[in-house]
């Protein structure tokens, strides 16, 4: 079974400052992969990044980046110069390849809601 | 444009009736997928197929049913038995079933009971 906690039900950040939302896995699968998403108010999930197990180097798309460890089962999402438009739920998910079922399915944490103050 | 899209955006269910939401994607993608979330929750697994004229049930697949008869294509319908269907459900959409194959989303459809 895969598990993904997220600890920080909610978040404040000022405007042009960085912020970190923590994530934390569990998982058996050898080859698994992270992703976060974005839920802004109008609901749809928009992906940001993605991390795979066996990646060397943490993930970077823009403002966005993923601190992978490994060892800690940790992978926090940083946001560099955040922006008004931040503002939204953010969702971890873990997508596992151990057969037993789990290949096809992400699995989902309950989110941290992040406002960013102007 | 390609992408998912989802309707329609709100839909009410009366008491005994069967519903379906509608999934579409321009993308090309073989594998759907449908989430189901609640007030606060993360997303859970309705169904999923990987190929036309072929889907399996997720975490959660009792009370509704699905298919999958063109690619582009994966309607959900919610059946009088599931209970408590009020949720938020998503359909989303990948190139295929491999670990690193993101899954996009569309906007959405939002079901209350009546």
């Given at each position: 079974a895969q598990k993904i906690t997220q600890t920080q039900p909610g978040m404040f950040v000022q405007e042009k400052e960085a912020v970190t939302l923590d994530c934390t896995y569990d998982t058996s699968d050898q080859s698994y992969g992270l992703f976060w998403y974005k839920q802004p108010s109008s609901g749809e999930m928009i992906f940001l990044i993605y991390q795979g197990s066996y990646d060397e180097q943490n993930a970077t798309e823009g403002r966005y980046s993923l601190n992978f460890q490994k060892a800690r089962k940790s992978a926090n999402l940083v946001i560099s110069?955040?922006?008004?438009?931040?503002s939204a739920m953010y969702f971890c998910a873990m997508r596992g390849w151990?057969?037993?079922?789990?290949?096809y399915k992400l699995t989902f944490g309950k989110g941290t809601l992040l406002t960013v103050n102007p | 444009d390609g992408g998912i899209t989802q309707s329609p955006k709100y839909l009410f269910r009366k008491e005994g009736q069967n519903v379906t939401l509608s999934c579409e994607q321009?993308?090309?993608?073989d594998a759907m997928y449908w989430y189901r979330q609640d007030p606060g929750q993360g997303l859970r697994l309705i169904y999923y197929s990987q190929i036309v004229n072929d889907f399996q049930k997720g975490d959660i697949a009792e009370g509704y049913s699905v298919s999958r008869e063109k690619k582009e294509s994966f309607p959900l319908t919610v059946t009088s038995?599931?209970?408590?269907?009020t949720a938020f459900y998503l359909c989303a959409s990948s190139?295929?079933?491999?670990?690193?194959e993101t899954q996009y989303f569309g906007p959405g459809t939002r079901l209350l009971v009546l």
């Open positions: 110069a955040s922006q008004l438009g931040d151990g057969g037993g079922g789990s290949n | 321009n993308l090309n993608h038995a599931q209970k408590n269907p190139i295929g079933d491999r670990l690193g």
